[in-house]
């Protein structure tokens, strides 16, 4: 199968021919491809005031060729690569901190609990088209629901109308978006870089109203880099898991984007968001500073069972020193045993 790395964070998969949709962290996918899956999605999110980046990477496991997506921005977005190496980075930024432990006894139970002008009616107009390799990217500003539905259509992409539905509410708002789709007729072996979206923002956000459509639970990885700790503050908060597996201060990266948003200094936040009833989804992610930049990670404990090799040594020491005690006892009979022959 071919494996497809592709873009996304709150933005729906969609497809270039009618076919079965699936649930995916986006809001939903479509493919040709009957055995189509989505894999984890991940992005990185950083906001400096005026301008925010937002880097999405999506997994998905396809033979098909035909998969695109939709991304709803405040703002009309420029498009662009980003390094595949990125998240990798980001990964072992954040790995957990193992402690490993000794276990010498055998255990006898119990446990550890261890912003943007309005558009007008009509179709949307595409600003800017790209190509990122296999990918074209195409920004849309402007335009109602009927409009730019008529564009995707026209355009060849497909949306079932629980999809439509859910770009209501971006079009409304007066909200730009950016359409990609695969157009490399070569076959795909490996990963897609991930994509950069760059945006005039008025705060710092993370789109999520379009994955109301997905049909399964989904989970979201976030990165954020800002100048402190971040928490969320949106409606939705309350009502869906969110964990922080860290958060801290780092002040360099190999990575050019990432170092870029980091500059001298900055705190680095990981999220982990697990929505079990996407029907549910009535805002998108928004962020404020947490009450303290207090620094965390998780901690994985590793532990070295030797309580076997424990108890066959206290068993030999046992044998050894009833063995020592019959042969001291035998000694002394037989020197009490020795006069009395005599």
């Not at 730019?148 to 497909?158: A, F, K, N, P, R």
């Not at 490996?190 to 923002?201: C, E, I, Q, S, Y």
């Amino acid at each position: 199968m071919r494996s497809i790395a592709a873009l996304m964070a709150a933005a729906v998969v969609l497809s270039l021919t009618a076919a079965p949709a699936s649930a995916c962290a986006c809001g939903g996918f479509v493919s040709s491809d009957a055995n189509a899956s989505p894999g984890d999605e991940l992005a990185l999110i950083h906001w400096d005031g005026r301008v925010e980046t937002l880097i999405m990477q999506l997994g998905l496991e396809s033979n098909a060729d035909d998969a695109a997506l939709v991304v709803p921005t405040p703002t009309p977005a420029v498009a662009a690569s980003a390094s595949p190496a990125l998240f990798e980075e980001l990964r072992a930024m954040t790995a957990p901190r193992v402690e490993h432990t000794w276990q010498w006894w055998p255990d006898t139970g119990g446990g550890d609990d261890t912003a943007g002008a309005r558009g007008g009616p009509g179709a949307p107009t595409a600003l800017a088209q790209v190509q990122l390799g296999p990918i074209e990217a195409t920004t849309l500003t402007g335009g109602d629901l009927d409009g730019l539905t008529s564009w995707l259509t026209e355009h060849g992409y497909v949306m079932r109308s629980e999809m439509l539905a859910s770009l209501a509410p971006y079009t409304r708002e007066g909200w730009s978006f950016v359409a990609m789709r695969l157009t490399s007729p070569q076959p795909l072996d490996g990963a897609l870089d991930p994509v950069k979206l760059t945006f005039d923002a008025d705060r710092l956000v993370y789109p999520m109203r379009m994955s109301a459509a997905a049909r399964d639970a989904e989970r979201v990885r976030l990165y954020a880099v800002s100048e402190h700790r971040l928490q969320r503050t949106d409606p939705d908060a309350a009502g869906q898991y969110t964990d922080y597996p860290f958060a801290g201060w780092v002040r360099t990266a190999s990575d050019a984007d990432l170092a870029e948003m980091i500059g001298g200094s900055a705190f680095l936040t990981e999220m982990y968001v697990d929505v079990y009833d996407p029907s549910r989804i009535t805002s998108d992610f928004t962020f404020e500073r947490a009450p303290q930049d207090t620094e965390y990670r998780a901690v994985v404990h590793e532990t070295t069972d030797v309580s076997g090799y424990v108890v066959l040594a206290g068993v030999a020491l046992i044998v050894i020193a009833i063995v020592l005690l019959a042969v001291v006892l035998l000694w002394r009979r037989r020197r009490v045993a020795r006069p009395l022959l005599q």
